[in-house]
C-alpha cells in the first residue's frame, strides 16, 4: 500500500478508516484524481478479440438497471443528467457498465460538479464497472471499445475523469489508456457540512447545506501538445 500510494495518500486513507470507524459513517474522508484520456481512434483489442462480449446502449428504465450494484435513486439522477449507459453482457449475462456524460456532471459521492472543457469535445466518463469474476478479462477494455466509438461519433477528443485515489486498480487500469492529470481534490464530508481542498479552481470550498458545491472546470484544451509534461501537473501529493 505504502509504495502504490506514498505517504500521504496512505495517511489520507488511514485516517478515512479511522474517522468512518470512529463517527460510525457521519464522518468521511475523500481524495479524487482529476484525469484526461484521449480518445482511441482504434481498437485496443486485437481483431477478433473479446466479440463474444456484447456492448449494449441501454435506455433509462431498462429492467437490467436493477442488476446494477448501484442505488436505484442514483441511477436515475444519472439518466436525468443525460448520462449514456454502456452495459457489457456475456452469454446474456450481466458483466459490467460504463457511464459517459457529454456535459457538467454533478457527482452523486461528494458535493461537487465537473465540467470537461471546451465543449462539444470533451466528454465525462465515470463509474467503470465490471463484475469481480470478469475483471482479468477483456471486459475493461471492449467497454472501453465501445465507449471511444461512441465519443469519437460525437467529435470527443478527450474524455474526464475522477479517480479515487486509494483505488489503485482502477488507477492503473486507466493509466495504460494515457491518462493526464489534471490535478487533484480532497474532499471532508462530516454530516450535511463539507470542506474541499483542491488543486485547481477554485482550490478551497465550504459547504453547509446540498445546493452548495464546488465548481470544478477540467479543460482539456492543448493536452496533445503537452501529453509528455504530465509530471508538471499540479498534485497534492
Not at 436493477?66 to 456475456?90: D, T, W, Y
Request: aromatic residues 14%.
Amino acid at each position: 500500500m505504502l509504495e502504490q500510494w506514498g505517504w500521504f495518500n496512505t495517511g489520507l486513507f488511514v485516517l478515512n478508516r479511522l474517522l468512518a470507524i470512529i463517527s460510525k459513517g457521519s464522518l468521511r474522508l475523500y481524495k479524487y484524481n482529476l484525469i484526461a484520456q484521449p480518445v482511441a481512434k482504434v481498437s485496443l483489442l486485437p481483431p477478433g478479440r473479446g466479440r463474444k462480449i456484447e456492448i449494449r446502449l441501454i435506455q433509462p428504465h431498462d429492467e437490467i438497471t436493477r442488476q446494477f450494484p448501484r442505488p436505484a435513486a442514483a441511477i436515475q439522477a444519472r439518466f436525468e443528467q443525460g448520462a449514456k449507459c454502456l452495459v457489457a453482457f456475456k452469454d446474456g449475462q450481466f458483466i459490467g457498465f460504463l457511464w459517459l456524460l457529454l456535459g457538467s456532471y454533478q457527482e452523486d459521492e461528494v458535493r461537487a460538479r465537473f465540467t470537461p472543457l471546451p465543449l462539444n469535445q470533451a466528454a465525462w466518463d465515470f463509474d467503470v464497472y465490471v463484475v469481480p469474476d470478469f475483471r482479468l478479462g477483456l471486459t475493461f477494455p471492449r467497454l472501453w471499445d465501445e465507449a471511444n466509438r461512441f465519443l469519437t461519433g460525437n467529435d470527443i477528443l478527450w474524455s474526464c475523469s475522477r479517480i479515487s485515489a486509494f483505488n489503485a486498480g482502477s488507477l492503473g487500469a486507466h493509466a495504460r489508456l494515457g491518462t493526464v492529470s489534471l490535478g487533484n481534490a480532497i474532499f471532508f464530508c462530516a454530516g450535511r457540512w463539507q470542506v474541499t481542498f483542491a488543486s485547481i479552481p477554485p482550490y478551497f470550498h465550504l459547504s453547509l447545506n446540498p445546493e452548495s458545491f464546488p465548481q470544478f472546470c477540467l479543460n482539456t484544451q492543448g493536452l496533445g501538445r503537452t501529453l509528455s509534461t504530465e509530471h508538471d501537473k499540479p498534485t497534492m501529493e
